[in-house]
């Protein structure tokens, strides 16, 4: 019997195409492998059909189609957004070691992991869903939210050098971390950023230092050392996880 439905590209169409999978795993009553994949199949080319197939701006559709028959499942996902053909790019550089092989070209992440299994839970060659915690990103600099600014030329930090007064430094962001950012270039570990107050500052302007405890403002000008994930003379360090 042959099941179908068109969604959106987004996000919230994805939820709906596995939505859609639950109720073709009960109709056709699936073993559990099946389901698992079938479900794996529909996030994972659903998800980069919205991210890379479509504009941001003007999403299209996604049509998906599931027929089984004589114990045979047979998937058809369509979409009109830009082709993609895997074999034009080159291969992913593989003599490099995992800890410091560039991220991209196959679609995964090689990890290996040693887990407790007295009780016998896993078995060979079974399927899970594992979430990794505790990642940390060596020598990474990380500094409050508040203390990025923006400006005409991009984001920019208030810099408290050794007489106090604060120098506009421009830096290149990364992804968020709780309520800091992480800096890729331009702050170095130990360096003192003006958290509060920014939108009044000037180039050379007096300030006085005053620890970052993360709340309100006060009447002094609260700055923040920068962070890194290992020690450092200029200041401590605390990991980014």
């Not at 950012?181 to 003192?192: C, K």
Request: proline share 8%; aromatic share 6%; with cysteine.
């Amino acid at each position: 019997m042959n099941q179908s439905i068109e969604a959106p590209a987004s996000q919230a169409g994805v939820l709906r195409m596995i939505a859609f999978a639950d109720e073709v795993e009960q109709y056709n009553q699936l073993s559990l492998e099946r389901s698992y994949m079938l479900r794996l199949v529909i996030e994972e080319i659903g998800t980069n059909i919205v991210k890379y197939g479509y504009p941001q701006d003007a999403p299209g559709v996604i049509q998906l189609q599931c027929a089984y028959d004589k114990g045979l499942l047979r998937v058809i996902i369509r979409d009109c957004g830009r082709p993609f053909d895997p074999r034009e790019y080159p291969d992913p550089d593989m003599s490099a070691g995992i800890a410091i092989r560039p991220i991209g070209g196959l679609g995964l992440f090689l990890v290996r992991a040693s887990v407790d299994n007295s009780k016998g839970l896993l078995r060979p060659n079974q399927y899970v869903r594992a979430r990794v915690h505790g990642a940390i990103r060596p020598k990474a600099i990380l500094v409050p939210q508040r203390a990025v600014q923006q400006g005409g030329k991009g984001s920019f930090v208030w810099i408290v050098d050794k007489e106090n007064k604060v120098q506009e430094r421009p830096v290149t962001v990364g992804p968020w971390h709780g309520d800091e950012w992480f800096i890729s270039e331009g702050v170095q570990t130990g360096e003192q950023v003006v958290v509060d107050g920014a939108l009044t500052l000037s180039p050379g302007a007096q300030v006085q230092v005053a620890s970052y405890t993360g709340k309100a403002a006060t009447p002094e000008m609260p700055v923040q050392p920068a962070q890194s994930t290992k020690p450092a003379a200029a200041a401590p360090a605390a990991p980014a996880r």
